[in-house]
């Protein structure tokens, strides 16, 4: 009795069952179509566009003439620095955070901060950088008041992200350091550190990735739109990839969109190398670990 | 089941072990030992004496503190927040609950070996030599070296791993990744060895060769193990302490725990009426 009355749902769930994976299969195809259709609208306007000259070129009033070299290197540049300042300081509050500090209100506070730090606009960033490092600091618009600024910005991530890796190591691989007689500290460098080094290196890359997009705080800050030469040091002026493609969008010629269109290509190749360098460092060092 | 047991007075339950020539000198000695999780109390008023060069076991059911009250004789429970403990544990007569004690030197003299094996993932090697190295006991390399093959050799397992010291110690099996643990505890020659029911993931003939070795290494050590395993307790302890619902029922040599219990309780869990 119970066996009959149950058939005619199970046709009914399976249904379901089936509707929701197709609703699930059809967001992810208009996701990558969304996706697909930028991407080749770009390579169409912009490939006839990028020759070595164009990578190696300055700016010019010339659509045809100008390059990219200054907004490529300054981009590497303040990715390099951003990278410098807030690698170092996000893992080393994520260990304490994680590792040292006890529970308690006040870090239950600067839990909750960090969190909400990590969803701030980012011109936030760049008005803070603008009275922090510029002004305050005397940093002027240079490369090095560009990167605190993105080191600002990314170091929530990094810290939350690091927290994450750190939380999924397991405890039995701290307790069997801690009953061989190790210290805290050697147990975190030794054991948990190199453990969660993949999840880590996942968390600053999508960190980094997401500063080397970013424009609006670095025009905050004030780096120049138009820039003929390569940074020469952390005191130079500089400009970046998507200020130098901001710049180029907005002119009327259709010769600079297409410009434009070449530097989305310039920066999505330069985004791709460092995912390719994490995914590359982290599968060597699992492998050494493993 | 009731739960009003009454309890033995202490004094007539703990003797000294009947096996060996003459009594063994007390290695551990707990005095009024209570332990809480948060609020929860897991221990209460524990008082036992674990004597040296002999092996004690602990039995009991689930949850009946066995294992916390292991944890609590290297202070392995610190680490966990929220934890309490009242009362005294003695190693050679100091309090190692006494304020101001180096906690870490003293997970150097009372060694662990974990349920679950947890070799760090790094090579055969360098899981031994990681003890050594952090508590600065290697001389030199050659130092190590010895060390690392000696402490394989006392884990019975240098034969099978002598060809393949620098590859990754997760490849080994889980018997073989148990005896690597104790190797790399015994690496930094603790006085007492704590194993928590170190063979309860193991098939039969890896847990015969771990109860083989805790056999041989009762020489030199103090060993402590947990065990779910009542046969298990029987065949490689001297002594055996019987706990129900965080208080220490029962404690006596383990023929006399297992053939001729003092208490009704004790007699009903070795003889499997509960548990």
Redesign the interface.
Known sequence: MTVTRAAPTQPLRQVGDRALQSLGLLALLLALATLFALLADVFVDGWDRLSWGFLTGYPSRRAENAGILPALVGSVYVIGLTALIAVPLGIAAAVHLEEYARESRVSRIIEINIANLAGVPSIIYGLLGLGLFVRTMGMGRSVLAGAATLGLLVLPVVILSTREALRAVPKSLREGSYALGATKWQTTWHQVLPSAFPGILTGLILALSRAIGETAPLITIGALTYVPFVPDGVWSPFTVLPIQIFNWVSRPQAAFARNAAAGIIVLLLLLLAMNALAVFLRDRYQKRAA | MSTDIRMAPLSDIVRPSDRGSGPAPTKIAVKGLDFHYGSKRALENISVDIPANLVTAFIGPSGCGKSTFLRTL?R?ND?I?GTRVKGQVLIDGHDIYRPGTDV??L??RV??V?Q?S?????SIFENVA??LR??GLARNRAHLQARVEESLKAAAIWDEVKDRLHE?A?ALSGGQQQRL?IA??LA?EPEILLMDEPASALDPIATQRIEELIYHLKATYTIVIVTHNMQQAARVSDQTAFFWLGRLVEFGPTDKIFTNPAEKLTEDYVTGRFG
């Open positions: 290297n392995m680490i927040p870490v030197a997970r150097r060694g662990m974990f679950k947890n070799p760090f993932p790094k990681y003890g952090v508590n990754s997760l643990c790399r505890a930094i």
